[in-house]
């Protein structure tokens, strides 16, 4: 039966891009609740769309194709695509500033459900003249991936790719930092909790945490009260040395260091 599910939804083209793994997840976790194989369906693409498709604009697939074809593209018109990248773009200087004056000379960082994030790092890193000797990325979706792969090509950047579910697979290797940007609430829409599990297996020096405090419409529902409250309750409960905090236009930023 999951077999089944499971080519049924990845030959939708829609989400072909996202990893076997997680595709295989969401359909065991899908098939218990619905009697009728095509109520499975429309919930485990509803799941799919809500933690990958939903970031995406409605042209992202015309700049997608251009960039498979290898033409020349603008790479910040580019990170307007996916709306994370798109929210921070404004702010982004003052936000990675902040960052980097608060952990100080840094070497590796792994960035987990990555997006398009990285390009921005990147751009950053070089206006500020700041040499990275490894950059992990993670993400499920593939065309993220190669897009971070194809900018990391032309403009001479090393990258180390993985795609794997953070909700089977937590990261174990040891970097200086972490950014885990707006992840943790898509974490809580699927597994309640599972986020102090993810934090607490990480190796690294500085984990980045950031929040949405907006829809992605623009509005404001309490996310910054809700996303706070409960944060806060985390470090204060956990081995965990809160070492900068500050809220942007649309995100609030945490970073944290074990005890």
Known sequence: MEEKIFNKVKTSKKYSSICDATIHRICAEEIPKYKKE?????????????????????????????????????????????????????????????????????????????????????????????????????????????????????????????????????????????LLLKLIPLLEQQKKDYYKHVINKLHADYIAVSFPIKTMSGKEVGMFDNYKKMFDDFISSNAYNLLFTKVYDNELLYIITRN
């Open 38 to 178: 095509a109520d499975i369906i429309k919930s485990v693409k509803n799941k799919l769309h809500m933690i990958s498709e939903s970031f995406f604009s409605n042209s992202s697939t015309r700049w997608l194709k251009r960039l498979e074809r290898g033409e020349d593209i603008d790479f910040f018109e580019l990170l307007k695509l996916h709306s994370s990248t798109n929210e921070r773009l404004s702010f982004y200087n003052e936000f990675y500033d902040d960052i980097f004056k608060t952990v100080g000379d840094v070497h590796s960082i792994l960035d987990i459900a990555c997006g398009l994030n990285p390009i921005i790092v990147w751009e950053y890193l070089e206006k500020k003249k700041i040499d990275i000797d490894e950059y992990i990325v993670n993400d499920i979706n593939h065309i993220i991936l190669n897009t971070v792969r194809y900018y990391s090509d032309i403009n001479n950047k090393s990258v180390i790719v993985d795609t794997s579910d953070l909700l089977l697979t937590v990261p174990t290797i040891k970097v200086d930092l972490i």
